[in-house]
Protein backbone atom coordinates (compact mmCIF):
# COMPACT_ATOMS: atom_id res chain seq x y z
CA UNK A 1 0.00 0.00 0.00
CA UNK A 2 1.67 3.54 -1.15
CA UNK A 3 0.74 6.13 1.65
CA UNK A 4 -0.36 9.13 -0.44
CA UNK A 5 0.88 11.57 2.92
CA UNK A 6 4.27 9.69 2.58
CA UNK A 7 4.23 10.08 -1.07
CA UNK A 8 2.77 13.26 -2.02
CA UNK A 9 2.07 14.01 -5.63
CA UNK A 10 3.82 16.39 -7.93
CA UNK A 11 2.19 18.92 -8.42
CA UNK A 12 3.14 18.50 -12.41
CA UNK A 13 2.29 14.92 -12.87
CA UNK A 14 -1.49 14.80 -11.30
CA UNK A 15 -2.37 10.87 -10.74
CA UNK A 16 -6.13 11.50 -11.81
CA UNK A 17 -4.89 11.85 -15.57
CA UNK A 18 -3.23 8.55 -15.04
CA UNK A 19 -6.28 6.94 -16.93
CA UNK A 20 -6.54 9.40 -19.63
CA UNK A 21 -3.37 10.76 -20.33
CA UNK A 22 -0.98 9.58 -23.32
CA UNK A 23 2.12 8.23 -21.74
CA UNK A 24 4.07 5.17 -21.42
CA UNK A 25 2.01 3.50 -19.41
CA UNK A 26 -1.15 3.98 -21.46
CA UNK A 27 0.54 3.33 -24.52
CA UNK A 28 1.77 -0.12 -23.74
CA UNK A 29 -2.06 -1.10 -22.48
CA UNK A 30 -3.24 0.07 -25.98
CA UNK A 31 -0.51 -1.99 -27.57
CA UNK A 32 -1.15 -5.24 -25.85
CA UNK A 33 -5.56 -5.03 -26.17
CA UNK A 34 -4.41 -3.90 -29.90
CA UNK A 35 -1.90 -7.60 -30.08
CA UNK A 36 -4.92 -9.51 -28.70
CA UNK A 37 -7.73 -8.09 -31.02
CA UNK A 38 -5.16 -8.69 -33.98
CA UNK A 39 -4.76 -12.41 -33.07
CA UNK A 40 -8.03 -13.17 -32.16
CA UNK A 41 -9.52 -11.45 -35.37
CA UNK A 42 -6.72 -13.16 -37.51
CA UNK A 43 -6.91 -16.76 -35.96
CA UNK A 44 -7.90 -19.66 -37.51
CA UNK A 45 -7.89 -22.25 -34.67
CA UNK A 46 -10.28 -20.45 -32.09
CA UNK A 47 -11.92 -23.36 -30.31
CA UNK A 48 -15.47 -23.24 -29.69
CA UNK A 49 -15.18 -23.06 -26.10
CA UNK A 50 -18.14 -23.99 -23.81
CA UNK A 51 -19.76 -22.40 -20.60
CA UNK A 52 -18.15 -22.59 -17.05
CA UNK A 53 -20.00 -22.43 -13.68
CA UNK A 54 -20.19 -20.03 -11.55
CA UNK A 55 -17.51 -21.09 -8.87
CA UNK A 56 -15.21 -22.33 -11.37
CA UNK A 57 -15.19 -18.97 -12.96
CA UNK A 58 -14.64 -17.27 -9.46
CA UNK A 59 -11.74 -19.51 -8.39
CA UNK A 60 -9.90 -19.35 -11.75
CA UNK A 61 -10.15 -15.70 -12.20
CA UNK A 62 -10.00 -14.75 -8.49
CA UNK A 63 -11.08 -11.18 -6.84
CA UNK A 64 -10.21 -8.88 -10.35
CA UNK A 65 -11.75 -5.51 -8.62
CA UNK A 66 -9.52 -3.90 -6.53
CA UNK A 67 -8.25 -0.73 -5.36
CA UNK A 68 -5.15 -0.49 -6.90
CA UNK A 69 -5.83 -2.40 -9.67
CA UNK A 70 -4.30 -5.41 -11.62
CA UNK A 71 -2.55 -3.48 -14.36
CA UNK A 72 -3.60 -4.12 -17.98
CA UNK A 73 -1.04 -7.11 -18.77
CA UNK A 74 -3.22 -9.39 -15.93
CA UNK A 75 -6.79 -8.17 -16.54
CA UNK A 76 -5.63 -9.08 -19.64
CA UNK A 77 -4.92 -12.34 -19.43
CA UNK A 78 -7.50 -13.09 -16.95
CA UNK A 79 -9.52 -12.67 -19.76
CA UNK A 80 -7.79 -14.42 -22.21
CA UNK A 81 -6.88 -17.73 -20.19
CA UNK A 82 -10.34 -17.90 -17.91
CA UNK A 83 -13.22 -15.36 -19.21
CA UNK A 84 -12.77 -15.39 -23.42
CA UNK A 85 -12.49 -19.94 -23.71
CA UNK A 86 -15.60 -19.52 -20.84
CA UNK A 87 -17.98 -18.03 -23.84
CA UNK A 88 -19.03 -20.00 -26.94
CA UNK A 89 -17.21 -18.86 -30.50
CA UNK A 90 -20.18 -17.32 -32.35
CA UNK A 91 -18.12 -17.31 -35.47
CA UNK A 92 -17.34 -20.68 -35.30
CA UNK A 93 -17.97 -22.45 -38.69
CA UNK A 94 -19.67 -25.31 -36.60
CA UNK A 95 -21.31 -23.15 -34.82
CA UNK A 96 -24.92 -24.10 -36.03
CA UNK A 97 -27.35 -23.50 -33.24
CA UNK A 98 -29.89 -20.30 -32.80
CA UNK A 99 -28.71 -17.77 -35.14
CA UNK A 100 -24.75 -17.54 -35.17
CA UNK A 101 -23.09 -14.72 -35.99
CA UNK A 102 -20.35 -14.53 -38.85
CA UNK A 103 -18.74 -11.27 -38.94
CA UNK A 104 -16.75 -10.17 -42.02
CA UNK A 105 -13.14 -9.86 -40.86
CA UNK A 106 -13.45 -5.51 -42.16
CA UNK A 107 -16.41 -5.29 -40.18
CA UNK A 108 -14.52 -6.49 -37.09
CA UNK A 109 -11.42 -4.66 -37.35
CA UNK A 110 -14.10 -1.31 -37.98
CA UNK A 111 -15.77 -1.74 -34.84
CA UNK A 112 -12.37 -1.25 -33.37
CA UNK A 113 -12.36 2.17 -34.72
CA UNK A 114 -15.61 2.95 -34.08
CA UNK A 115 -15.19 2.68 -30.39
CA UNK A 116 -11.10 4.45 -30.93
CA UNK A 117 -13.13 7.31 -32.52
CA UNK A 118 -15.25 8.77 -29.85
CA UNK A 119 -18.64 8.88 -32.18
CA UNK A 120 -21.62 9.98 -30.66
CA UNK A 121 -24.63 8.13 -33.27
CA UNK A 122 -27.69 10.42 -31.31
CA UNK A 123 -27.66 12.95 -33.49
CA UNK A 124 -26.75 14.81 -36.48
CA UNK A 125 -25.64 17.96 -34.84
CA UNK A 126 -22.76 15.62 -33.12
CA UNK A 127 -22.72 12.81 -35.26
CA UNK A 128 -22.86 14.27 -38.85
CA UNK A 129 -20.51 11.89 -40.81
CA UNK A 130 -21.13 8.53 -38.95
CA UNK A 131 -25.19 9.11 -39.02
CA UNK A 132 -24.09 10.17 -42.81
CA UNK A 133 -22.76 6.49 -43.56
CA UNK A 134 -25.42 4.35 -41.33
CA UNK A 135 -27.94 6.27 -43.77
CA UNK A 136 -26.51 4.94 -47.01
CA UNK A 137 -26.71 1.80 -45.88
CA UNK A 138 -29.99 2.41 -44.28
CA UNK A 139 -31.33 3.39 -48.06
CA UNK A 140 -29.01 0.65 -49.93
CA UNK A 141 -31.41 -1.81 -47.94
CA UNK A 142 -34.76 0.04 -48.25
CA UNK A 143 -33.78 -0.17 -51.89
CA UNK A 144 -32.83 -4.19 -51.98
CA UNK A 145 -36.23 -4.54 -49.86
CA UNK A 146 -38.01 -2.54 -52.74
CA UNK A 147 -39.08 0.26 -50.81
CA UNK A 148 -39.73 3.82 -51.88
CA UNK A 149 -37.13 6.26 -52.15
CA UNK A 150 -37.64 8.47 -48.90
CA UNK A 151 -38.13 4.83 -47.00
CA UNK A 152 -35.28 5.49 -43.84
CA UNK A 153 -35.08 4.45 -40.34
CA UNK A 154 -32.17 3.63 -37.75
CA UNK A 155 -29.84 0.92 -36.45
CA UNK A 156 -30.95 -0.17 -33.18
CA UNK A 157 -29.50 -2.85 -30.81
CA UNK A 158 -31.52 -6.00 -31.80
CA UNK A 159 -34.44 -7.37 -33.76
CA UNK A 160 -36.26 -7.33 -30.49
CA UNK A 161 -36.22 -3.12 -29.77
CA UNK A 162 -36.30 -3.06 -33.52
CA UNK A 163 -40.08 -5.12 -33.56
CA UNK A 164 -40.92 -3.10 -30.67
CA UNK A 165 -39.68 0.29 -31.86
CA UNK A 166 -41.81 -0.45 -34.68
CA UNK A 167 -44.94 -1.26 -33.30
CA UNK A 168 -44.99 1.52 -30.85
CA UNK A 169 -44.85 3.65 -34.58
CA UNK A 170 -47.68 1.73 -35.86
CA UNK A 171 -49.47 1.81 -32.81
CA UNK A 172 -49.04 5.71 -32.57
CA UNK A 173 -50.40 6.22 -36.44
CA UNK A 174 -53.28 3.87 -35.68
CA UNK A 175 -54.07 6.49 -32.95
CA UNK A 176 -53.53 9.47 -35.02
CA UNK A 177 -55.54 8.25 -37.28
CA UNK A 178 -58.51 7.51 -35.37
CA UNK A 179 -58.43 10.76 -33.66
CA UNK A 180 -58.69 12.79 -36.86
CA UNK A 181 -61.65 10.72 -37.42
CA UNK A 182 -63.09 12.04 -34.30
CA UNK A 183 -62.54 8.61 -32.64
CA UNK A 184 -61.52 7.71 -29.42
CA UNK A 185 -57.58 6.90 -28.98
CA UNK A 186 -58.25 3.63 -28.51
CA UNK A 187 -60.77 0.97 -29.96
CA UNK A 188 -63.04 -1.14 -27.77
CA UNK A 189 -61.70 -3.70 -26.61
CA UNK A 190 -57.84 -2.38 -27.20
CA UNK A 191 -55.41 -2.77 -29.33
CA UNK A 192 -54.09 -5.78 -31.14
CA UNK A 193 -51.33 -6.68 -33.44
CA UNK A 194 -52.02 -10.19 -35.66
CA UNK A 195 -49.04 -12.31 -36.23
CA UNK A 196 -48.12 -16.11 -37.30
CA UNK A 197 -48.40 -18.50 -34.30
CA UNK A 198 -44.84 -19.46 -35.44
CA UNK A 199 -43.74 -15.29 -35.12
CA UNK A 200 -40.63 -15.07 -32.75
CA UNK A 201 -41.12 -14.50 -28.74
CA UNK A 202 -40.41 -11.01 -29.53
CA UNK A 203 -43.35 -9.77 -30.74
CA UNK A 204 -45.48 -11.07 -27.63
CA UNK A 205 -42.57 -9.45 -25.37
CA UNK A 206 -43.42 -6.06 -27.52
CA UNK A 207 -47.33 -6.69 -27.12
CA UNK A 208 -46.92 -7.08 -23.21
CA UNK A 209 -44.41 -4.10 -22.81
CA UNK A 210 -47.14 -2.13 -25.36
CA UNK A 211 -50.15 -3.55 -23.12
CA UNK A 212 -51.83 -4.78 -26.20
CA UNK A 213 -53.29 -7.96 -27.60
CA UNK A 214 -51.51 -10.64 -29.73
CA UNK A 215 -53.88 -12.38 -32.01
CA UNK A 216 -51.68 -15.31 -33.64
CA UNK A 217 -53.03 -17.21 -36.73
CA UNK A 218 -52.35 -20.26 -37.20
CA UNK A 219 -49.43 -21.03 -39.85
CA UNK A 220 -50.47 -23.65 -42.71
CA UNK A 221 -48.27 -27.46 -42.42
CA UNK A 222 -45.71 -25.56 -44.19
CA UNK A 223 -44.90 -22.82 -41.43
CA UNK A 224 -46.25 -20.38 -43.61
CA UNK A 225 -48.86 -18.06 -42.49
CA UNK A 226 -50.83 -16.97 -45.52
CA UNK A 227 -53.49 -14.13 -46.29
CA UNK A 228 -56.62 -16.53 -45.51
CA UNK A 229 -55.95 -16.42 -41.77
CA UNK A 230 -54.97 -13.06 -41.98
CA UNK A 231 -58.04 -11.88 -43.22
CA UNK A 232 -60.38 -14.07 -41.03
CA UNK A 233 -58.49 -12.25 -37.86
CA UNK A 234 -59.12 -8.80 -39.65
CA UNK A 235 -62.68 -9.39 -39.75
CA UNK A 236 -63.42 -10.57 -36.67
CA UNK A 237 -61.54 -7.74 -35.01
CA UNK A 238 -61.61 -5.11 -37.18
CA UNK A 239 -60.47 -1.69 -36.13
CA UNK A 240 -58.60 -3.44 -33.00
CA UNK A 241 -56.33 -4.79 -35.12
CA UNK A 242 -53.12 -1.75 -35.91
CA UNK A 243 -50.60 -4.14 -37.43
CA UNK A 244 -50.25 -7.07 -38.80
CA UNK A 245 -46.76 -8.78 -38.52
CA UNK A 246 -45.21 -11.44 -41.38
CA UNK A 247 -41.97 -13.23 -40.45
CA UNK A 248 -39.41 -13.00 -43.38
CA UNK A 249 -37.69 -16.38 -42.59
CA UNK A 250 -38.83 -17.76 -39.15
CA UNK A 251 -35.94 -18.35 -36.59
CA UNK A 252 -36.81 -21.76 -36.08
CA UNK A 253 -36.96 -23.02 -39.80
CA UNK A 254 -36.15 -20.20 -41.85
CA UNK A 255 -39.74 -20.10 -43.43
CA UNK A 256 -41.14 -17.13 -44.59
CA UNK A 257 -44.67 -15.83 -44.64
CA UNK A 258 -46.64 -15.58 -47.32
CA UNK A 259 -45.63 -11.94 -47.14
CA UNK A 260 -47.53 -10.95 -51.04
CA UNK A 261 -50.89 -12.31 -50.25
CA UNK A 262 -50.84 -10.50 -46.32
CA UNK A 263 -49.77 -7.38 -48.21
CA UNK A 264 -52.77 -7.37 -50.64
CA UNK A 265 -54.87 -7.63 -48.29
CA UNK A 266 -54.03 -3.59 -47.25
CA UNK A 267 -56.54 -3.10 -50.06
CA UNK A 268 -59.19 -4.10 -48.03
CA UNK A 269 -58.62 -3.47 -45.05
CA UNK A 270 -56.47 -0.77 -43.10
CA UNK A 271 -53.22 -1.99 -41.09
CA UNK A 272 -49.55 -1.23 -40.88
CA UNK A 273 -47.98 -4.06 -42.30
CA UNK A 274 -44.69 -4.71 -40.54
CA UNK A 275 -42.28 -7.24 -41.65
CA UNK A 276 -39.99 -9.18 -39.24
CA UNK A 277 -37.00 -10.37 -40.94
CA UNK A 278 -34.49 -10.01 -38.30
CA UNK A 279 -32.96 -13.50 -39.36
CA UNK A 280 -34.13 -13.72 -42.61
CA UNK A 281 -34.56 -10.58 -44.70
CA UNK A 282 -31.22 -10.78 -45.76
CA UNK A 283 -31.63 -13.47 -48.26
CA UNK A 284 -33.31 -10.68 -50.21
CA UNK A 285 -29.96 -9.85 -51.20
CA UNK A 286 -29.78 -13.39 -53.59
CA UNK A 287 -31.48 -14.52 -56.45
CA UNK A 288 -31.79 -18.12 -55.31
CA UNK A 289 -34.36 -16.46 -52.77
CA UNK A 290 -35.43 -13.12 -53.08
CA UNK A 291 -38.65 -14.14 -55.20
CA UNK A 292 -39.99 -15.80 -51.99
CA UNK A 293 -40.25 -12.01 -50.29
CA UNK A 294 -42.43 -10.83 -52.83
CA UNK A 295 -44.51 -7.84 -50.76
CA UNK A 296 -42.05 -6.68 -48.94
CA UNK A 297 -42.09 -3.40 -51.14
CA UNK A 298 -45.49 -2.70 -49.51
CA UNK A 299 -44.61 -3.00 -45.74
CA UNK A 300 -44.91 -0.01 -43.32
CA UNK A 301 -41.42 -1.08 -41.32
CA UNK A 302 -39.27 -4.10 -41.78
CA UNK A 303 -36.38 -5.34 -39.58
CA UNK A 304 -33.33 -7.23 -40.46
CA UNK A 305 -30.23 -7.78 -38.09
CA UNK A 306 -26.65 -7.52 -39.63
CA UNK A 307 -25.35 -9.06 -36.43
CA UNK A 308 -27.15 -12.40 -38.19
CA UNK A 309 -26.76 -12.56 -41.58
CA UNK A 310 -25.12 -9.46 -42.84
CA UNK A 311 -21.87 -10.33 -41.15
CA UNK A 312 -21.68 -7.62 -38.89
CA UNK A 313 -20.74 -8.16 -34.99
CA UNK A 314 -23.33 -7.87 -31.87
CA UNK A 315 -25.26 -6.16 -31.66
CA UNK A 316 -27.35 -4.28 -34.34
CA UNK A 317 -30.38 -4.27 -36.03
CA UNK A 318 -31.64 -1.88 -39.18
CA UNK A 319 -35.04 -0.59 -38.48
CA UNK A 320 -36.65 0.81 -41.73
CA UNK A 321 -39.58 2.96 -41.77
CA UNK A 322 -41.53 3.34 -45.29
CA UNK A 323 -42.61 6.69 -44.01
CA UNK A 324 -39.99 7.51 -41.39
CA UNK A 325 -41.80 10.20 -40.56
CA UNK A 326 -44.19 8.12 -38.68
CA UNK A 327 -41.49 6.90 -36.53
CA UNK A 328 -39.85 10.01 -36.03
CA UNK A 329 -43.22 10.88 -34.76
CA UNK A 330 -43.87 7.94 -32.26
CA UNK A 331 -40.24 8.31 -30.43
CA UNK A 332 -38.80 11.57 -30.68
CA UNK A 333 -38.07 12.58 -27.08
CA UNK A 334 -38.77 15.99 -26.14
CA UNK A 335 -36.75 17.60 -23.18
CA UNK A 336 -35.62 21.43 -22.59
CA UNK A 337 -31.95 20.32 -22.83
CA UNK A 338 -33.02 18.35 -26.49
CA UNK A 339 -34.94 20.56 -27.82
CA UNK A 340 -31.48 22.07 -29.13
CA UNK A 341 -31.20 19.29 -31.55
CA UNK A 342 -35.10 18.52 -32.37
CA UNK A 343 -35.79 22.04 -33.37
CA UNK A 344 -32.95 22.24 -35.77
CA UNK A 345 -34.93 19.82 -38.10
CA UNK A 346 -32.07 17.58 -39.20
CA UNK A 347 -31.97 14.07 -39.18
CA UNK A 348 -31.11 12.70 -35.52
CA UNK A 349 -31.20 8.77 -35.51
CA UNK A 350 -32.67 8.69 -31.52
CA UNK A 351 -35.71 10.18 -32.95
CA UNK A 352 -36.67 6.56 -34.98
CA UNK A 353 -36.76 4.53 -32.01
CA UNK A 354 -36.77 3.98 -28.38
CA UNK A 355 -33.03 4.74 -27.27
CA UNK A 356 -31.12 8.27 -27.05
CA UNK A 357 -27.94 7.69 -26.47
CA UNK A 358 -26.36 5.40 -28.99
CA UNK A 359 -22.97 3.83 -30.51
CA UNK A 360 -22.94 4.20 -34.22
CA UNK A 361 -23.22 0.41 -34.68
CA UNK A 362 -24.57 0.72 -38.08
CA UNK A 363 -20.44 1.59 -38.92
CA UNK A 364 -19.04 -1.67 -38.90
CA UNK A 365 -21.29 -2.97 -41.61
CA UNK A 366 -20.92 0.04 -43.41
CA UNK A 367 -17.61 -0.57 -43.95
CA UNK A 368 -17.24 -3.83 -44.78
CA UNK A 369 -20.07 -2.86 -47.75
CA UNK A 370 -17.87 -0.59 -49.03
CA UNK A 371 -14.51 -1.95 -48.98
CA UNK A 372 -16.02 -5.24 -50.29
CA UNK A 373 -19.20 -4.36 -52.11
CA UNK A 374 -22.64 -5.36 -52.48
CA UNK A 375 -21.47 -8.60 -54.86
CA UNK A 376 -19.35 -10.31 -52.14
CA UNK A 377 -22.42 -9.85 -49.69
CA UNK A 378 -24.45 -11.49 -52.10
CA UNK A 379 -22.18 -14.46 -52.98
CA UNK A 380 -21.84 -15.13 -49.40
CA UNK A 381 -25.55 -15.44 -48.51
CA UNK A 382 -26.38 -17.36 -51.68
CA UNK A 383 -23.29 -20.05 -50.31
CA UNK A 384 -25.55 -20.36 -47.16
CA UNK A 385 -28.71 -21.08 -49.21
CA UNK A 386 -27.14 -23.57 -51.45
CA UNK A 387 -24.74 -25.24 -48.67
CA UNK A 388 -28.65 -25.54 -46.22
CA UNK A 389 -30.10 -27.33 -50.10
CA UNK A 390 -27.00 -29.83 -50.19
CA UNK A 391 -26.94 -30.72 -46.59
CA UNK A 392 -31.14 -31.02 -46.99
CA UNK A 393 -30.28 -33.60 -49.64
CA UNK A 394 -27.81 -35.23 -48.02
CA UNK A 395 -30.09 -35.66 -45.03
CA UNK A 396 -32.68 -37.24 -47.44
CA UNK A 397 -30.43 -39.26 -48.35
CA UNK A 398 -29.21 -40.63 -45.21
CA UNK A 399 -31.40 -43.95 -44.00
CA UNK A 400 -32.76 -42.87 -40.36
CA UNK A 401 -32.55 -38.82 -41.06
CA UNK A 402 -35.95 -37.22 -42.15
CA UNK A 403 -36.32 -33.80 -42.63
CA UNK A 404 -38.61 -31.97 -40.70
CA UNK A 405 -39.90 -29.37 -43.21
CA UNK A 406 -37.49 -28.17 -46.71
CA UNK A 407 -35.58 -25.85 -45.88
CA UNK A 408 -36.64 -22.56 -47.53
CA UNK A 409 -33.87 -20.23 -46.03
CA UNK A 410 -30.30 -21.54 -44.44
CA UNK A 411 -32.32 -23.04 -41.52
CA UNK A 412 -32.50 -27.12 -41.56
CA UNK A 413 -34.55 -29.34 -38.99
CA UNK A 414 -34.41 -32.20 -39.57
CA UNK A 415 -34.83 -35.90 -37.32
CA UNK A 416 -32.94 -39.28 -36.27
CA UNK A 417 -35.28 -41.74 -35.71
CA UNK A 418 -36.23 -42.90 -32.63
CA UNK A 419 -34.17 -40.93 -31.11
CA UNK A 420 -35.89 -39.55 -27.95
CA UNK A 421 -35.61 -35.73 -26.04
CA UNK A 422 -32.43 -37.11 -23.65
CA UNK A 423 -30.74 -38.62 -26.99
CA UNK A 424 -30.57 -35.54 -28.92
CA UNK A 425 -29.13 -33.68 -25.80
CA UNK A 426 -26.72 -36.75 -24.70
CA UNK A 427 -25.31 -36.10 -28.76
CA UNK A 428 -25.67 -32.60 -28.40
CA UNK A 429 -23.27 -31.99 -25.42
CA UNK A 430 -20.93 -34.77 -26.71
CA UNK A 431 -20.24 -32.66 -29.78
CA UNK A 432 -19.83 -29.88 -27.44
CA UNK A 433 -17.62 -32.27 -25.09
CA UNK A 434 -15.40 -32.65 -27.86
CA UNK A 435 -15.59 -29.61 -29.57
CA UNK A 436 -16.51 -30.78 -32.83
CA UNK A 437 -19.57 -28.58 -32.93
CA UNK A 438 -22.52 -26.88 -31.46
CA UNK A 439 -25.45 -28.20 -32.39
CA UNK A 440 -28.42 -28.20 -29.39
CA UNK A 441 -31.92 -29.91 -29.90
CA UNK A 442 -35.25 -28.16 -30.64
CA UNK A 443 -38.58 -29.26 -31.46
CA UNK A 444 -41.41 -29.05 -33.25
CA UNK A 445 -45.12 -29.85 -32.58
CA UNK A 446 -44.28 -31.63 -29.17
CA UNK A 447 -41.32 -33.67 -31.17
CA UNK A 448 -37.71 -33.18 -30.14
CA UNK A 449 -35.51 -32.63 -33.79
CA UNK A 450 -32.03 -30.99 -33.86
CA UNK A 451 -31.31 -28.08 -36.28
CA UNK A 452 -28.82 -26.35 -38.55
CA UNK A 453 -28.69 -22.57 -38.74
CA UNK A 454 -25.91 -21.99 -41.36
CA UNK A 455 -25.00 -18.24 -41.58
CA UNK A 456 -20.88 -18.67 -41.82
CA UNK A 457 -19.30 -18.36 -45.30
CA UNK A 458 -16.66 -20.51 -43.70
CA UNK A 459 -18.94 -23.23 -42.98
CA UNK A 460 -18.13 -26.52 -45.27
CA UNK A 461 -20.42 -29.48 -46.36
CA UNK A 462 -17.53 -31.64 -45.13
CA UNK A 463 -18.17 -30.50 -42.01
CA UNK A 464 -21.71 -30.80 -41.62
CA UNK A 465 -21.72 -34.87 -43.07
CA UNK A 466 -19.34 -35.72 -40.35
CA UNK A 467 -22.02 -34.26 -37.61
CA UNK A 468 -24.67 -36.37 -39.43
CA UNK A 469 -21.98 -39.34 -39.20
CA UNK A 470 -21.79 -38.62 -35.05
CA UNK A 471 -25.93 -39.90 -35.44
CA UNK A 472 -25.39 -42.92 -36.63
C1 LIG B 1 -33.45 -13.11 -33.77
C2 LIG B 1 -34.83 -12.74 -34.11
C3 LIG B 1 -35.49 -11.72 -33.43
C4 LIG B 1 -34.89 -11.02 -32.24
O1 LIG B 1 -33.75 -10.32 -32.58
P1 LIG B 1 -32.65 -9.95 -31.46
O2 LIG B 1 -31.61 -9.26 -32.26
O3 LIG B 1 -32.19 -11.26 -30.90
O4 LIG B 1 -33.31 -9.11 -30.45
C5 LIG B 1 -36.75 -11.35 -33.86
N1 LIG B 1 -37.33 -11.98 -34.89
C6 LIG B 1 -36.74 -12.99 -35.56
C7 LIG B 1 -37.44 -13.62 -36.71
C8 LIG B 1 -35.45 -13.40 -35.19
O5 LIG B 1 -34.87 -14.39 -35.87
Known amino acids: MTDAAAQPIPPNRPTHTRMHSTSPETQDIVDLVLDYSRRRILATDTPLDHAASPSELRRLAGTTISEEGLGARRALSVFELVLAPACITTDHPQYLSFIPSAPSKAAIAFDL ?3 ASALYGGSWLEGAGAVHAENEVLHWLAAEFGLPEGAGGVFVQGGTIGNLSALVAARDSARIRREEHGGSPRPDGGWAVVCSAEAHSSIASAARVMDVDVLPVPADDDGVLRAEGVRAALEAHGERVFAVVATGGSTNF ?8 IASLKDDFDFWLHIDGAYGLAAMLSPLARDRFAGVERADSVIVDPHKWLFAPYDVCALIYRDPETGRRAHTQHAEYLDTLTDAGDWSPSDYSI ?34 RRIADEITRRPGLRLVREPQLSVVVFERDGWERADYDRWSQRLLEEQRAFVVPSSHAGRPNTRFAIVNPLTTFEQLAEILDTME
Open 355 to 388: QLTRRPRGLPLWFSLAASGAGAYREAVSASIALA
Open 113 to 115: VVS
Open 254 to 261: GVVDDISG
